[in-house]
């Protein structure tokens, strides 16, 4: 069977088919959400809190960027069950412009954890939108790590690891 178009059906497909091809054009040439991500320490071989050559608390995770976040996943645990609560902290930095170029911020934003006596590791996830606050940052960096609270002096901590994103 053969078929002829009127004019207005074959102006039709034309509209279409340009859409399509502007679509398919927009979709391949807008870039992907940034992403990156770093694992710290690992279940097997923790970061470690420790006082008086004991193992207070344990930490392990991944930091990472998604959309216009800093993000921060970790897993920790007290390695003295029952003992005094243990917790992770989160601290976020930004390399911002400044007089001389840029500089990084002294203090970002700070995130801990809740307390934990639990032997079983502990999920906890923290955040930091830069966007809102370091719009216009170039680099972030998500600093870990894990403390024994101690009601009478200061917390037995770890060492502070971080990582550095570009953003």
Do not use: I
Not at 29 to 38: K, L
Not at 110 to 130: A, C, E, I, L
């Amino acid at each position: 069977m053969n078929r002829t178009l009127s004019p207005t059906a074959s102006l039709l497909d034309v509209r279409v088919l340009a859409a399509g091809a502007l679509s398919a054009l927009v979709v391949t040439t807008v870039p992907a959400a940034h992403a990156a991500s770093e694992d710290w320490y690992s279940r097997s071989s923790p970061l470690k809190a420790v006082e008086d050559g004991k193992t207070q608390g344990m930490a392990y995770g991944t930091s990472y960027t998604k959309n216009t976040f800093l993000k921060n996943h970790t897993n920790y645990r007290d390695a003295r069950e029952g003992g005094d609560g243990v917790y992770t902290q989160t601290n976020y930095t930004y390399r911002v412009p400044d007089a001389d170029g840029e500089s990084w911020t002294e203090s970002g934003k700070t995130d801990q954890s809740s307390r934990t006596t639990s032997g079983s590791w502990v999920d906890q996830y923290d955040n930091d939108d830069y966007s809102t606050s370091h719009a216009d940052a170039s680099k972030g960096r998500v600093h870990s790590k894990v403390c024994e609270d101690q009601a009478w002096s200061p917390d037995a901590c770890s060492r502070r690891p971080f990582f550095t994103f570009d953003l």
